[in-house]
Structures are given as C-alpha cells and as structure tokens.
C-alpha cells in the first residue's frame, strides 16, 4: 500500500496532563515539541505530505490523532472514543477529513472505539476489542467496511492497551508481534518478526512505503528489521510514551 499524506497534531502544553497508564513520569513538553518536529521530519522522509493541526489544549490527548479515525483506501470512518474526556476530538477530524475524503463514515454510539485497535493488513482489518473499543464499536466497524469490501476479526485484547501496542503489518505478508500476539493461530499465516517481552515497546512501529519507524533505543528490534531487508529510522519517543503513545498513534497515514 503507498501512502502519500499524514494528519498529525501538535501536543499542547495540558499535553503533560493527559491519560497514562505508566509510570515513567511526566513528560518534558519542550522535549516533547522537538521530538514531534522529528517525527514530522520522519514523515517527510518517507514520502509524505503532512498536514500539522495546531494543539488543542481542550483535550491533553489529542496529539494521538490516531485514535480519532480510520483511513482506508475507499472511506475514511470517524471514531468514537473510548475515553470520556478524548471525545470531543473528533469534532477537529469531522471538519479535516472531510477535504481529502468524500466518503465519511461514524462509529455510533453505544458503541466506541479507537484508531489504535485497528489494523490493516492489506484487504483484511483487526480490530482490538480493549478498554477503549467495546464490541458494539467493532461490530459497526466491521459492518461499515464489509460495505467496501473488506474484511475484519475481532480479537479480544488480554494484555495490551489497544491491539497496535504490540503488532504492526510491514506488507509482504509479514507482521512484527510481541506479547500475547506471538504464538496466536491469528496470524499464523504470516511471516513473523518476533519482538521480546523486553523491548515489547518497539513492536509500535510504522511502515510506510519504503521505510520502517521504530522507536529510538531497541537496538535488537533495528538489527531484525534490518536484517529482513527493511529501511530503518528511527524517532526518540522518551514523553510520548510516558503518556501511553507510540509511534502509530501519531498520525493518520493514508
């Protein structure tokens, strides 16, 4: 699949504020701006055109633009977040999507979802059923992409925050696993690029046309990716992941 945009959005300063699960402390926002620039810059590398939204201090999360949508080929579907206080951020997404997309889709409510549970594996979605994404908002994706086409499994999540914590699709048949993802008859078919439990962070890695981004500081998860044959960059993600984020659910890549 070749992307050719990203969507992103700047963290603002109620960023340090937000959602965590972790406890790595809270995040330097200045370092955190610097390292949202070289994400950009990642981007740009890989090919992409990028659209920057300014921050939103209304909602310390929103910098994850990821959660907020699914971009697909054929339709873009607006989500509905799982988290209470991350809801308002698709008003942001319903007035941008909008001018790349003519189709546009919405997850309803009683259901919810997030971007982060959805992986697309060519004609094929899998979509995480987490803390965030019930199974009345997977349904309904499931249902608004067979009208297109493509197919979706469900997968119940036992340990991850959402499904693209700890698996990415690199094409060509091959996905990189960690966790509880590795040894699931899910993915059997597929070639696999196993992350261990130790660096389970950099299984959140994006491949986008020509390149693969991983997270600064996973020197064995670099050396398998290159030795697959990938082109490596890689991006410091020390306060993003202090919030919970990684290196997906910083952009909308289509």
Known sequence: ???TRAIVK???KSYVTGLTTSDLGTPDFELA???HDAYIEALQKAGLTVTVLEADEQFPDSTFVEDSAVLTEKCAIITNPGAASRNGEIEDMKRVIPQFYDTVEYIQS????DGGDVMQVDDHFYIGLSTRTNLEGAEQLKDILGKYGYGATIVPLKEFFHLKTGIAYLGNNTLVLAGEFIGSDDYKDYEQIIVSKVDEYSANCIRINDYVIIPKGFDTTKQKLTDAGYSV???DMSEFRKQDGGLS???LRF
Do not use: R
């Open 1 to 3: 699949m070749k992307f």
């Open 10 to 12: 700047k963290p603002g």
């Open 233 to 235: 960059i890689e991006c």
């Open 249 to 251: 659910c910083l952009s």
């Open 110 to 113: 009683p259901g919810y979802l």
């Open 33 to 35: 701006l610097k390292q």
